[in-house]
C-alpha cells in the first residue's frame, strides 16, 4: 500500500510490485461510497502483470484515504488528474466503475493524450439517481445500508458480497455517500460522449437497475470504434459478480495495447 498528499490530504493507493516506465499503468477507479475493494477481484490480476504498471485508488474521504469526498464528477477529475501529474504517470489505461466510469470518461474528453485506452464498467453517460434514494441516503443512513445491497447486486449473487458491500457503505458514512450520489445525479455528459477518441471497452450487465444495459448501448453508439460487452446475469457489481467473465473480457482487450 502506498500513500500521497494531494491537495493537502492523504489519498491511499494499492500498486503491483514493480513500475516500469515502458509499460502501459492500468488505473483503477471506484464508484460512489466505495472504495479501492471494489476491485477485490481485480488485485491479483493485476499487482504481478508482465506487461502492466497498476494502480488502485480510494478517492478522498473513504478506505484509507484522508479528506470528505468532493460534490461534483468534475471534482473528482481534476483531483484525479492531480495524482496522475503527481505520479507522472502516462500512457494510462481506465478501468471506472459507475461514477468512477463517470470520471474516467470526463479525463479522456480532456486529455486523451495521456490515455491508450478506457474500459468502462455499469456506468453511462448520463447517472440518475432517484429522489427517494438520496432522501434515504441523507435522513436514514441505516435503512440505505440495509435495501442497497439488494439492489446494486443480482438475486443471485452471493450473500457475502452483499454483506461486504454492506459494511463498505457503512465505513465510508452518509455524508461522503450523500455527496457521492449527488455528484452522480448531476452528472450528465449525453451530449458530449460522443467526442471520446480513445479505444473504448464498455462492459454491462444485464441485470442491473442502476445502470442498466442499455446506457453501455447508448455509450457504445456514440462512442467510435468501441466494443460492448453483456454480461448475463449480473448487476451493478459485475467485477466483483462475474469475476472470472470480468477479467477474461479486460484482459482479451487490453492484450491489444501490450508492445
Known amino acids: ?19 516500469d516506465k515502458s509499460r502501459p499503468t492500468v488505473l ?49 477529475k481534476d483531483f484525479l488528474n492531480e495524482f496522475i501529474d503527481s505520479l507522472q504517470l502516462e500512457n494510462i489505461i481506465l478501468i471506472g466503475h459507475s461514477m468512477g466510469g ?8 480532456e ?33 440505505f445500508c440495509e435495501v442497497a445491497p439488494d439492489r446494486m447486486f443480482g438475486e443471485d449473487s452471493a450473500q457475502e458480497l452483499k454483506q461486504e458491500f454492506k459494511k463498505g457503505l457503512l465505513d465510508t458514512g452518509a455524508e461522503v455517500c450523500y455527496w457521492d450520489l449527488i455528484a452522480c445525479n448531476e452528472f450528465n455528459i449525453m451530449d458530449d460522449v460522443e467526442k471520446i477518441i480513445v479505444p473504448t471497452l464498455i462492459i454491462s450487465g444485464d441485470k442491473d437497475i442502476l ?9 457504445h453508439q456514440k462512442i467510435y470504434g468501441s466494443q460492448l460487452y453483456i454480461v448475463k446475469g449480473s448487476g451493478h457489481f459485475i467485477m466483483q459478480e462475474k469475476a472470472e467473465e470480468f ?5 482479451a482487450f487490453l492484450n491489444d495495447f501490450i508492445k
Open 111 to 143: 486529455h486523451p493524450e495521456i490515455l491508450q485506452a478506457c474500459i468502462l464498467a455499469a456506468t453511462g453517460a448520463k447517472l440518475s439517481v432517484a429522489e427517494q434514494t438520496l432522501e434515504t441516503v441523507r435522513n436514514n443512513y441505516a435503512v
Open 28 to 76: 483503477l477507479i471506484h464508484g460512489a461510497g466505495q472504495n479501492v475493494s471494489t476491485w477485490k477481484f481485480q488485485l491479483g490480476l493485476f499487482r504481478n502483470h508482465p506487461n502492466f504498471n497498476f494502480i488502485a485508488i480510494d478517492l478522498p474521504g473513504r478506505g484509507g484515504s484522508g479528506g470528505e469526498g468532493f460534490r461534483s464528477v468534475i471534482e473528482y
Open 211 to 219: 445502470t442498466p444495459s442499455k446506457y453501455g448501448e447508448y455509450l
Open 1 to 19: 500500500m502506498s500513500e500521497i498528499s494531494i491537495q493537502g490530504n492523504k489519498l491511499h493507493y494499492i500498486e503491483g510490485d514493480k513500475f
Open 102 to 109: 463517470g470520471v474516467a470518461m470526463l479525463l479522456a474528453l
Open 247 to 251: 477479467n477474461s473480457v479486460i484482459i
